[in-house]
């Protein structure tokens, strides 16, 4: 795994989905790195985790991620690689373990909206036991989960 320098107690953490077997991403990825350029832009001191491993013979999903983000612009000093999660639940247990060791207080989730759901309920659990915040977002929902009290609260995005 690769290690930014902490930059501020924001993470943007974009979990990983398909990318072509030449290691371009798919449309869905492209729609999350989009998104997560925004959530970048709007706070220059967050960092940005991408996680995602080989699945069925692809290449490795993160580091396509950081060279798509690279490529746009996005200093690469912002960005932490977890190059081996496989699924959803994979993605939550590494990154879990990333936001800790980093001191981050807030996460924004990027990824789809059918995903969010259970992106969410994982991570949240997880960061439980790490007393961070999560904020979770996909393009249509913002979730947001406060470690302290507990309770989660869907708003919906115009």
């Known amino acids: 795994m690769t290690h930014a320098t902490p930059l501020g107690s924001h993470a943007i953490l974009v979990f990983g989905a398909a990318v072509d077997h030449d290691g371009r991403p798919n449309r869905p990825l492209t729609l999350r790195l989009h998104r997560a350029l925004a959530e970048a832009a709007a706070d220059p001191r967050a960092l940005v985790i991408v996680s995602g491993g080989r699945v069925r013979g692809r290449p490795a999903e993160a580091p396509v991620m950081r060279e798509w983000l690279v490529a746009q612009g996005l200093d690469a000093a912002r960005i932490v690689v977890e190059p081996e999660a496989r699924s959803t639940y994979e993605n939550v247990r590494h990154c879990a373990d990333l936001i800790a060791g ?17 992106s969410r309920l994982l991570l949240a659990g997880r960061l439980r036991r790490v007393a961070c915040a999560s904020r979770c977002e996909s393009a249509q929902h913002r979730m947001i989960w406060d470690s302290s009290s507990g309770i989660t609260r869907v708003l919906q995005r115009a």
């Open 102 to 118: 980093q001191g981050v207080r807030r996460v924004t989730l990027v990824t789809e909206r059918y995903h969010i759901l259970r």
